[in-house]
């Protein structure tokens, strides 16, 4: 599935400083019926998010007017779990297009890649750096530059660099998925195929 | 450049069709199963890019995830899980893939039928809409789950991309201690290693423990890797595999056979290959376990306590945050909390072996009159085999009763839910907040510490239950 192009996003964000923070918090089992992708995003998080008289629960960050933006920062080991894709939809039908974090969860940062939401691993002070500057202003910008592989706490000026493969950074810069590059080489797998023993 | 190869390395490297520079391997898969839940939308995406999926014969789709445990051959009466079974059957159908959907013979939760039915092989590649496809690697395949834009990945091309990912090996020796199972041997080292602790890695596990487990054991073990970050784990494939496979429906027969067998006699780590990590434990060192918390690593021997805070280390946060959930307290002891529920199931537990185990405790004993017991078998030939050896009966008479085969309350798709601040005794793979249904409290466990919860309704050490010669 074609997705945005990313290239630098300035945004404020949300932060959601606890560590583990599982697929199945991120979009509940229960909400995984659909044979389309659509609407995931009135389920983000909807156990932590909601009552279960669907009433909101105040203290959950995503109903807090103080905070919002493009960006979601989360807390150590984000997303393990199930390798549900419905969680990326999740983050990214909600209006997420990054997610940061000290650690990711393999599935999970795959899915992400592969949908067009960019996962940004930073150290954990740095990530504790961010969480301080929301606290203290929870307009605080981050710029997620993705041809610099840079990320900066706009306030401060302190900025990281973060990993990506050359591959993935030029598929997400240009909105391209792996599909693409697969079926050109449609060829060569098809011969491969043909010497695979089992 | 003939430098020694750990399993791991012959498998996945002979599977590289293309390696791209800075970039991910594209890796060729040998199977592909597929399930309702994690393949309507990669369908949706072939369909949009009019492309048929390249090798059917390579596909496998079964009906597991969102389907009833009871009163199977009725319609599905929930409309959006029907309407996902609707939407595999044509898919398959449209493309010419089989579908074992529910009521067939070969239905059952996918990672218990690919083996039942020889499509796990040693030496092959294996992958799945589910993150516990790693149970395939008791087979000494490579297997792992992956997300729906790679499901429509393998479908259109029979290919994934990847990073090769690091190498880990685990290394048990020594004697398992009585009532020390294959599931109380994983959540020991998902203990040790927390949830984030092999993120990155495929594990090897090797070592005295491993090889004498069944396979089964085996498959346990290896299904529960994801529960500690790594992509997969596996076991060198050696006789009690070959055994196994053998003559299974899909695995090659006569020539075909003696030409795998030459191929996978090879499937062993060389002498002097170098893992990236390696870490070893003690087999005597491990206890019966259970959790407490709300993820898999949070997992402790049966007979001790729950942790203090002071010996967490990192994430007390999250550590308070989890004991509130479950409503228990720091220093509490585990034995003898009142349970609600138990849970025997899944493709961690879903298992013959695990029915066996159960059934053999619960023998002559009765249900404790407060437990609601959910028996799920992992597939039809399970329930099939449950009720050949005769362990039907017996269940029967302790005061239980049997389901039909999914994934059930393993992560409550279905009707099969605990209800909201009750407990219950797990045998499968997540104590995630809700996992098992809004507010369900899950203490995961082997199907023995299962079985004696069931018959004392509190958490209970098996070894308490157990006759001499059962050891
Ligand atoms: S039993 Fe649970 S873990 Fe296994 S395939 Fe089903 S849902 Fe996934």
């Known amino acids: ?198 | 450049m003939n430098a020694a190869k750990t399993l791991f390395d012959k498998v996945w490297d002979s599977h590289v069709v293309r390696s791209i520079d800075n970039g991910p391997d594209v890796l060729f898969i040998d199977r592909h199963l597929v399930h309702e839940v994690t393949s309507p939308v990669a369908f949706l995406g072939l369909r949009n890019r009019g492309i048929k999926v390249l090798y059917p014969e390579r596909t496998f789709a079964t009906a597991d995830h969102n389907t009833p445990t009871l009163n199977q051959h009725l319609p599905v009466k929930d409309p959006l899980s029907a309407n996902q079974l609707k939407a595999l059957e044509q898919n398959a159908r449209e493309h010419g893939i089989p579908y074992w959907g529910l009521g067939h013979e070969k239905n059952g939760i996918v990672h218990v039928i690919g083996p039942e039915n020889g499509i796990t092989l040693p030496g092959a590649t294996i992958v799945c809409g589910d993150s516990h496809t790693s149970t395939h690697g008791a087979f000494g395949a490579i297997a792992f789950g992956i997300g729906t834009s790679e499901v429509e990945m393998v479908l259109a091309t029979q290919c994934i991309m990847q990073p090769k990912p690091k190498s880990m090996k685990i290394t048990i020796d020594g004697e398992l201690n009585k009532a020390v199972t294959p599931k109380d041997v994983a959540l020991y080292i998902i203990s040790q290693l927390t949830t984030s602790g092999a993120t990155g890695y495929f594990v090897e596990y090797s070592g005295e423990v491993f090889r004498n487990m069944s396979m089964e054991g085996r498959m346990t073990v290896c299904n529960l890797s994801i529960e500690m970050g790594a992509r997969g784990g596996m076991v060198a494939p050696d006789e009690k595999t070959f055994a196994y496979i053998k003559d299974r429906e899909f695995t090659p027969k006569g020539e075909a056979w003696n030409k795998a067998m030459a191929y996978w006699k090879t499937l062993k780590t060389d002498n002097g290959a170098v893992f990236d990590r390696e870490v070893s434990f003690e087999g005597s060192a491990i206890e019966p376990m259970i959790t407490y918390g709300t993820n898999p690593g949070m997992g402790v021997g049966i007979s001790n306590g729950i942790p203090k805070a002071e010996a967490i280390e990192g994430g007390v946060a999250t550590y308070k945050k989890s004991l509130e959930y479950m409503d228990f307290n720091e220093g509490e002891a585990m034995l003898g909390k009142k349970i609600d529920f138990v849970f025997l199931g899944s493709c961690t537990n879903g298992r013959i072996e695990d029915f066996r185990a159960f059934a053999g405790l619960v023998k002559g004993r009765q249900k404790a009159a407060h437990v609601t017991a959910w028996l799920v078998p992992g597939s039809h030939k399970v329930e099939e085999a449950i009720k050949a050896e005769g362990l039907l009966e017996i269940l029967e008479e302790a005061g239980f009763q049997l389901r039909e085969p999914g994934c059930s309350a393993c992560l409550a798709m279905n009707d099969d839910k605990i209800p909201a601040g009750k407990y219950a005794v797990s045998t499968s793979n997540r104590n995630f907040e809700g996992r098992q249904g809004p507010g369900a409290r899950t203490l995961l466990a082997s199907p023995l510490v299962a079985a004696a919860a069931a018959i004392t309704g509190r958490v209970t050490d098996p070894r308490e239950l157990m006759e001499p010669e059962m050891a």
């Open chain 1, 1 to 198: 599935m074609a997705y945005d192009k990313f290239n630098v996003l300035t945004s404020t964000a949300v932060p959601l400083p606890i560590e583990n923070v599982d697929t199945d918090q991120i979009i509940p089992a229960r909400f995984l019926k659909a044979t389309e992708r659509k609407g995931f995003g009135d389920n983000l998080f909807r156990d932590w998010r909601y009552n279960s008289d669907d009433t909101p629960k105040e203290h959950f960050v995503l109903n807090n007017p103080l905070y919002s933006g493009k960006i979601l920062v989360g807390g150590k080991n984000f997303g393990s779990g199930s390798s549900r894709e419905h969680a990326a939809w999740a983050i990214y039908d909600y209006g997420f297009r990054c997610v940061v974090s000290s650690f990711f969860a393999d599935i999970f940062r795959n899915n992400c890649l592969n949908i067009g939401v960019l996962p940004v691993k930073v150290s954990p002070e740095f990530l504790e750096k961010i969480f301080k500057s929301m606290e203290s202003d929870p307009k605080s910008e981050l710029v997620v530059n993705l041809p610099d592989q840079t990320i900066t706490i706009n306030n401060s000026g302190e900025s990281e660099s973060f990993e990506i493969n050359d591959y993935k950074k030029s598929n997400l810069l240009n909105g391209f998925d792996d599909i693409d590059y697969l079926v050109n080489m449609k060829d060569d797998i098809q011969s491969f195929a043909q010497g695979t023993p089992l």
